[in-house]
Each structure stands twice: as C-alpha cells, then as structure tokens.
C-alpha cells in the first residue's frame, strides 16, 4: 500500500511541477497565472492535452514545440521529474502526517525558487509573503501560537545574520554579493529549523555553491551567480536526512 501512496505523490508532484513551471516563469515576466491558457512562448501555439503530459510530452515532442519546432527548454521536464521525486520521498519518509504538509510545502517553494532564480536571477516577494505565511500557519497548528512567535524570531535571526554576511560580501568584494531574495528566503526557512540547523543548512548550500561559483567565474567574470538554489539544495539536505539539533551537538562534540 505504500508503495502505491509513493508513486501516487510522485505523479502528483509531476503534475504540480508542471504548475510551477508557469508560476515561476509568469510571475517574473509579471503576467497572468491563469490566462492565457498553456502556449508555445515562441509562436503562441496553444497546447493540446497530450502536449501538457509531464515529463512524457517532452520526450514524445522530442524537446520542440509541436507547430514551430522551437527547442524547449530542459528546465520543464527537469523540475516536473524533482517535483514528483521530492513529493515521493515526503510520502515515504513522513507518511500522511502534519509533517508531510510541512514537506510538500517546502518542496513546493525550493523548486518555484530554483525556476525563478535560476531563469531571472529573482526571487519573487509574492512567494516569499505567501509561503512564510503558510508556514507560520503550520506552526501554529502543529506547535501552537506562542512557540509559532518562537520559530517566527528564529526567522528574524538567520533574516539578520544574512543581512550582515551581505554586508561583509559587499566589502570585501566591492560589489553586491547576495541579492534581498536570497536574504528574505533565508528568513522564511528559518522559521522551520532552530538557527543552529538553519545555519548547517546554509553552510551546505555554501559549500556546494562555492566550487561552482568558481567555475562560472573562471568562465565569465559578469556571470551572476544564482545562490536561491544552493540554499534549497542544503536545506533539502537537512531536511531528508532528519538532522536535529540534539544529533548535531552530539556529532560536533564526538567528532
């Protein structure tokens, strides 16, 4: 029976990867969520059915658009197959729980930040408001009010320790060095996790992003180097493998 929950969440992930999709890129071209309907952002072909088949219509459509042969982009496959991945593994680790709700809200938010950013080099503050207030709702309900207040100071503390280690990139490097969104997201995620693991989160992300960044620069000085998805990348992390604080006091002072 479990199993057959898991590939369910996958295909529902699949399905709400696809929706992503368009949130993340009409929101950042500032257009209409709802209309007009699914198109061809080339020649303005509307999509058929069996053109808006997650993953498989990729592969049938051999990459290109049905009516101008225009290449889509790999993103849109991408993020649809994470998607119905990360709703997978939320099943299996959390089961139907108030934690799966939690799981499939952040999963939800990391891969609309990995298309914005990735795509635009933003991070919308309409999905920042919208899941920080989700999330402050889901701590109330699972927690209660007062420790919500709690984990909602949590938030503030990583929203200022990001604040200052901008500070500290802009001055040593003469130029922006975290974008606000990468900040306000920062801020959000604090909320989930006390600073400590927020912290192992954002150091993760930072160790991964740091040889890539590398690479790009070597490549291109000007490139703009998107950090919303390595912080997603880091809190995936810790969030899948259940690291507390507790295990991780333990491992610091064992190790």
Same mark, same amino acid.
């Given at each position: 029976?479990?199993?057959?929950?898991?590939?369910?969440?996958?295909?529902?992930?699949?399905?709400?990867?696809?929706?992503?999709?368009?949130?993340?890129?009409?929101?950042?071209?500032?257009?209409?969520?709802?209309?007009?309907?699914?198109?061809?952002?080339?020649?303005?072909?509307?999509?058929?059915?069996?053109?808006?088949?997650?993953?498989?219509?990729?592969?049938?459509?051999?990459?290109?658009?049905?009516?101008?042969?225009?290449?889509?982009?790999?993103?849109?496959?991408?993020?649809?197959?994470?998607?119905?991945?990360?709703?997978?593994?939320?099943?299996?680790?959390?089961?139907?729980?108030?934690?799966?709700?939690?799981?499939?809200?952040?999963?939800?938010?990391?891969?609309?930040?990995?298309?914005?950013?990735?795509?635009?080099? &933003? @991070? $919308?503050?309409?999905?920042?408001?919208? =899941? %920080? +207030?989700? /999330?402050?709702?889901?701590?109330?309900?699972?927690?209660?009010?007062?420790?919500?207040?709690?984990?909602?100071?949590?938030?503030?503390?990583?929203?200022?320790?990001?604040?200052?280690?901008?500070?500290?990139?802009?001055?040593?490097?003469?130029?922006?060095?975290?974008?606000?969104?990468?900040?306000?997201?920062?801020?959000?995620?604090?909320?989930?996790?006390?600073?400590?693991?927020?912290?192992?989160?954002?150091?993760?992300?930072?160790?991964?992003?740091?040889?890539?960044?590398?690479?790009?620069?070597?490549?291109?000085?000007?490139? &703009? @180097? $998107?950090?919303?998805?390595?912080?997603? =990348? %880091? +809190?995936? /992390?810790?969030?899948?493998?259940?690291?507390?604080?507790?295990?991780?006091?333990?491992?610091?002072?064992?190790?």
């Amino acid at each position: 029976m479990n199993t057959f929950y898991i590939i369910l969440f996958v295909i529902i992930g699949l399905v709400f990867g696809s929706f992503y999709n368009v949130v993340g890129i009409r929101l950042c071209k500032g257009e209409s969520l709802v209309f007009p309907g699914s198109h061809c952002t080339n020649c303005n072909h509307r999509l058929a059915f069996y053109e808006l088949v997650p993953v498989f219509s990729y592969i049938f459509l051999k990459g290109r658009c049905k009516s101008c042969k225009h290449k889509i982009s790999i993103m849109y496959p991408l993020v649809e197959l994470f998607t119905g991945i990360l709703f997978g593994i939320s099943f299996y680790k959390y089961g139907f729980s108030l934690e799966l709700i939690l799981s499939l809200l952040l999963c939800s938010l990391f891969m609309i930040i990995v298309i914005t950013d990735l795509n635009y080099y &933003i @991070i $919308p503050d309409s999905i920042i408001v919208f =899941f %920080g +207030f989700l /999330i402050f709702i889901y701590n109330i309900v699972s927690k209660g009010f007062l420790a919500a207040c709690t984990y909602a100071v949590y938030g503030l503390i990583m929203f200022l320790l990001m604040y200052l280690l901008m500070l500290f990139g802009n001055f040593v490097f003469k130029k922006e060095s975290l974008g606000g969104g990468d900040i306000k997201l920062m801020g959000i995620l604090g909320m989930i996790n006390k600073p400590l693991i927020s912290v192992l989160g954002l150091s993760i992300g930072s160790f991964v992003a740091l040889p890539c960044s590398l690479f790009f620069l070597l490549k291109n000085k000007d490139k &703009i @180097i $998107p950090f919303g998805p390595f912080i997603v =990348f %880091g +809190f995936i /992390i810790v969030m899948f493998l259940g690291i507390d604080t507790k295990s991780l006091i333990s491992f610091l002072v064992n190790n």
